[in-house]
């Protein structure tokens, strides 16, 4: 759970809670074997024979750098363990990776960092997991490594009162494989430009149509209808480098993520040297963002001049995926 009643689980050996009562686990099965039990600021977690599982909890009253410690610790914990691991929790974050229209800046931190350790969003974007009033998100994500994925059965937000603006998030593990759960479907696309048009027509006839259609309905019937009318786009679990990417800002990044390595290890261990490897790390953060913000724009008036030259060419492709979302087929 996040941001339990901290007077109430306070002292009590039946739950496990972090140094900031901001999380807190408690194991109901008396049969499940816990192998060991740790905390960090803002995240909790558990081993047992087959898993370990975190739960964590990003605020958004905190700064960024608290997020961005939180991850790496968990990543270490993961790269030297290599234990198939789930990580659940609320991280106030919003990406199309998870079912979100937009992307903050949290979202694409964590984002990135999934994607560095090879990890997986289970969630499946189609419901939100956070309402207060009219106001609704997907701020709760459920994330797994490769080597757990297929395991992780029966993902879904349920339709039960929690008694709080989140709702509860349902999933089994097993020991066999199963089918994998299907990643968010903003991920998957169509071929817009292979519309069998008459299909189309037939299809919405015979759907129900009406004015008192919930929103999800209205999601599960136009994905039906992209199914059936045009051929999905190819995909690849592994992405060519984006357009503006080169050497120069590979090394940055490098030199960026070893400051925030040694910032995030040396937090709590050596306390004198920590605000100068607080500014080292924000230095070198600054540094590859000025660098990527000069090289994006450089790279973005190239491709816009290339289209002069080849107008079906790749900047044709890149610009129009950027201002449509939808890859143009080759012809």
């Not at 960090?40 to 009253?61: D, H, K, L, V, W």
């Not at 189609?126 to 994925?149: E, M, S, V």
């Not at 149509?209 to 199914?227: A, D, K, P, W, Y």
């Amino acid at each position: 759970m996040n941001e339990p009643n901290r007077k109430a689980i306070q002292n009590r050996k039946d739950f496990l809670y972090d140094t900031d009562i901001d999380t807190a686990i408690k194991v109901m099965d008396r049969n499940v074997t816990l192998k060991k039990q740790g905390k960090g600021q803002s995240y909790t977690y558990i081993e047992t024979p087959t898993y370990i599982i975190y739960n964590c909890y990003a605020s958004e009253n905190k700064d960024i750098e608290d997020l961005e410690i939180m991850l790496e610790e968990i990543a270490l914990h993961i790269r030297r363990h290599k234990e198939k691991v789930i990580i659940a929790g609320d991280f106030n974050a919003k990406s199309p990776q998870w079912g979100e229209m937009t992307m903050d800046r949290r979202g694409e931190i964590i984002t990135e960092w999934a994607a560095q350790n090879d990890l997986v969003i289970l969630n499946q974007g189609n419901k939100p997991t956070f309402r207060r009033g009219d106001y609704t998100a997907i701020l709760d994500l459920t994330i797994a490594t490769q080597d757990i994925r297929n395991k992780v059965t029966k993902w879904e937000v349920l339709d039960r009162e929690s008694l709080s603006d989140h709702e509860y998030i349902y999933f089994e593990v097993t020991e066999e494989s199963s089918e994998p759960i299907r990643e968010n479907p903003r991920n998957e696309g169509w071929q817009v430009r292979k519309l069998d048009k008459a299909k189309l027509q037939q299809v919405i006839a015979e759907m129900e149509t009406g004015q008192n259609h919930r929103s999800n309905e209205f999601s599960g019937n136009l994905r039906r209808i992209c199914e059936q009318t045009m051929p999905k786009r190819k995909t690849s679990s592994r992405g060519k480098p984006v357009y503006w990417w080169n050497n120069e800002i590979a090394q940055l990044r490098r030199e960026f993520l070893t400051k925030r390595r040694t910032y995030t290890r040396n937090k709590r261990r050596d306390p004198p040297s920590h605000e100068q490897q607080l500014e080292e790390y924000k230095e070198a953060r600054q540094r590859l963002r000025k660098k990527i913000k000069a090289v994006k724009r450089t790279s973005w008036k190239k491709l816009c001049n290339d289209i002069d030259c080849d107008i079906w060419g790749d900047g044709y492709k890149i610009i129009m995926k950027r201002l449509t979302g939808f890859p143009p087929d080759n012809k």
